[in-house]
């Protein structure tokens, strides 16, 4: 586990270490500000701090546990893929997507993936470590600066890099809740959306919080045999538990949950497969985002044809399932859904 750092630390919890320090809490206002506000990275730029000061948080509170190494954009400049290494060598990838009307990142919970997805290359090297609530708030504000550089400002924080969220909860929560608390990023609970695989006792956890962001969901089918060959969590949550719990999270929350599906190319494509998926959405408030499926290296298989998108769409269109195209960003440089992976070389 990594030695906490400045970005780790709630509002609160710098107060109380500055105060261990013998510092007064206006020094954690001061910091908070130069860090959220004017997006510094590193306290060397935060000029309203003594050097004295300066000097020994250096030492004693690094100030981001994530060094970006090396990063990637399209031909465009509107997505750009970064890999950080962290403090133990680990690395992990984010993706930054500028569009007219938002400006998104899209960070990683985890260094690799227990859940093993065949389909997706997060899971390929299986379950390295959670990432520290630090870990994932450095992704965000390194993407903040990114978007200030350019004049703009960072709108939407998506947790859909590689890991699976609700298997680091207690992290994903602390960073979600420094992300939004007014006196450190102060996003709105909205600008917030977290991918599962499918963890139902996670979903109920994370209605009943006090923070309530986008929840989406990956269904990819709607049978139980076919979900559990392409998302191998589904054996210990089969669709019924997994379609309940979301139930209970629209009942409490009046929040609508999104259901995103991979769409590959004569594996869970048919209409049959469609039909399944609308059997089951049936009464859910909801909303489906499908995903031509993008290609990962040492795998044959293919994205749905668009006829086969469109067919799929209108059957759930005509069951009355508001549904869209994800419109996936980056695939040419491997920035794309279920592309992201540490460097082999890397490990
Ligand atoms: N672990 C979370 C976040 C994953 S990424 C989850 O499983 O939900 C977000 C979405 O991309 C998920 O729906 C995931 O199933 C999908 N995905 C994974 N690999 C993909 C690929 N190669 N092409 C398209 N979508 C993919």
Redesign the pocket.
């Known amino acids: 586990m990594a030695d906490a750092t400045l970005l780790d630390l709630s509002p609160d919890a710098l107060e109380a270490r500055l105060a261990a320090l013998g510092h007064p809490a206006y020094r954690a206002r001061q910091i908070a500000v130069a860090v959220f506000r004017q997006l510094v990275s590193s306290y060397d730029e935060i000029t309203t701090l003594p050097a004295e000061l300066r000097h020994e948080l250096a030492a004693r509170l690094p100030f981001t546990p994530c060094e970006p190494m090396d990063s990637v954009q399209t031909a465009d400049g509107a997505t750009r893929k970064t890999l950080y290494r962290l403090q133990d060598g680990e690395t992990i990838e984010t993706v930054v997507m500028e569009y007219p009307d938002r400006f998104t990142v899209c960070v990683s919970s985890q260094v690799g993936?227990a859940?093993a997805?065949p389909?997706?290359?997060?899971g390929r090297g299986g379950w390295v470590r959670d990432l520290t609530p630090g870990e994932i708030v450095s992704q965000v504000l390194h993407a903040a600066r990114a978007a200030a550089a350019v004049g703009r400002r960072l709108t939407n924080v998506v947790?859909?890099?590689m890991?699976?969220?609700l298997a680091n909860y207690e992290s994903v929560l602390a960073s979600l809740r420094i992300e939004n608390d007014p006196r450190a990023l102060g996003l709105g609970a909205r600008s917030f959306t977290l991918?599962?695989?499918?963890d139902a006792p996670g979903i109920l956890r994370l209605a009943a919080e006090p923070l309530q962001v986008n929840l989406?969901?990956?269904l990819?089918a709607g049978d139980d045999a076919l979900r559990s060959a392409l998302?191998p969590l589904n054996r210990r949550y089969p669709l019924d538990e997994l379609l309940r719990a979301c139930h209970s999270y629209v009942e409490i929350t009046h929040r609508r949950v999104t259901f995103?599906?991979?769409l590959i190319d004569g594996m869970n494509d048919d209409r049959r497969c469609a039909a399944a998926v609308a059997a089951r959405l049936r009464g859910l408030l909801c909303h489906v985002n499908l995903?031509?499926?993008?290609?990962?290296p040492q795998l044959e298989w293919r994205?749905s044809r668009a006829a086969a998108v469109e067919a799929y769409e209108k059957t759930l269109s005509d069951a009355g399932i508001p549904t869209t195209v994800r419109d996936?960003r980056g695939v040419e440089i491997e920035a794309?859904?279920?592309?992201l992976r540490a460097r082999p070389a890397t490990r």
């Open positions: 993936c859940v997805c389909f997706c290359a997060s947790y859909m890099g890991g699976e969220p991918s599962t695989a499918g989406a969901v990956s990819h998302i995103e599906i991979a995903i031509p499926w993008n290609p990962i994205r996936s794309g859904c279920g592309q």
